[in-house]
């Protein structure tokens, strides 16, 4: 009998620590989501008002919902042209990092070769090397092939950051797919290309997903890259119209503006992650070699 109240006690005991656990837990997120989103939603709100009453009365409702901020925004801030151009350079940037990253991750996650392991170490080696170190090469590598202040030279600057970490997420991917479905292919008839495209690969989007959205908003949040090697203002991206606007406005700042550019600016990142995110807690793993 001692022994069976014994561990009794034992699994209060257990029970009891992992609901102080979890209280604690999920106070912890409950302040984190506070902290997160009771910002996000004054931005919004005050993206609806004018500056006197923002000044005024910064934390109640608008009396009168302004939306020609968002107009103001848009065309006097040239926030639209801004937009179109982040949304052409990180669409094209974020197609050929995909294609040329789940290419590399696959020959090197499934073939073998002599000097294999050497080129996934050196590849890894990029996940090290920090951006503003490259800088200055950079600047006048493009200079010299004429793609300074162009859309090209951008997109294919930011292939070149974010191929590294798409290697490493979807090589795991690879890995882990089972070598009979693509020995059946070929049998089938496929050859290599197809057999990558067509079965391969559609295997693993889960994979091709999550690391698309980390992608996606790395670089559309990228802020050096495009100031140091992209100071054509006409292609300009969201990120330095939005910098050169805010310090434009001096003393006479127009915030409902400012705010209604800010709320134009996140919408996208936070409707891609809303829309995606279980596929970001979903396919997370680790790329290790083997």
């Not at 034992?10 to 902290?35: E, K, M, T």
């Not at 170490?121 to 090290?128: C, E, P, S």
């Not at 951008?154 to 590294?164: N, R, W």
Request: charged residues 10%; aromatic residues 16%.
């Amino acid at each position: 009998m001692s022994a069976v109240t014994a561990d009794r006690k034992l699994a209060r005991g257990a029970a009891g620590s992992d609901r102080r656990f979890a209280v604690f837990s999920h106070f912890l997120l409950i302040l984190w989501s506070v902290i997160v989103i009771v910002p996000m939603l004054w931005v919004l709100m005050s993206s609806f008002k004018s500056t006197g009453e923002i000044l005024s009365s910064p934390f109640t409702l608008p009396d009168h919902w302004r939306l020609e901020n968002y107009s103001h925004a848009w065309s006097d801030a040239s926030i639209g042209k801004y937009f179109l151009n982040s949304v052409v350079i990180v669409v094209s940037a974020l197609f050929l990092v995909m294609l040329l990253g789940s290419m590399c991750a696959y020959i090197l996650a499934r073939f073998e070769f002599p000097g294999r392991r050497l080129i996934y170490y050196v590849m890894l080696a990029g996940l090290t090397f920090p951006v503003f170190l490259a800088i200055v090469p950079l600047f006048f590598q493009l200079q010299n092939l004429g793609l300074l202040n162009t859309r090209l030279g951008l997109i294919l600057t930011y292939v070149a950051f974010a191929l590294p970490f798409t290697m490493f997420f979807l090589y795991s991917f690879f890995r882990s797919l089972p070598h009979d479905v693509y020995e059946a292919a070929l049998i089938d008839g496929a050859g290599d290309w197809r057999a990558f495209f067509q079965v391969m690969l559609p295997m693993a989007s889960p994979g091709m997903a999550a690391v698309a959205i980390f992608n996606f908003l790395g670089l559309w949040n990228q802020f050096l890259l495009p100031v140091a090697l992209n100071t054509d203002q006409n292609k300009w991206v969201l990120t330095q119209g939005m910098a050169a606007y805010a310090s434009s406005q001096v003393y006479d700042v127009d915030y409902g503006a400012l705010f209604a550019a800010i709320v134009i600016t996140v919408v996208p990142v936070l409707a891609v992650y809303v829309i995606f995110q279980r596929r970001i807690a979903g396919s997370v793993s680790q790329g290790t070699f083997r």
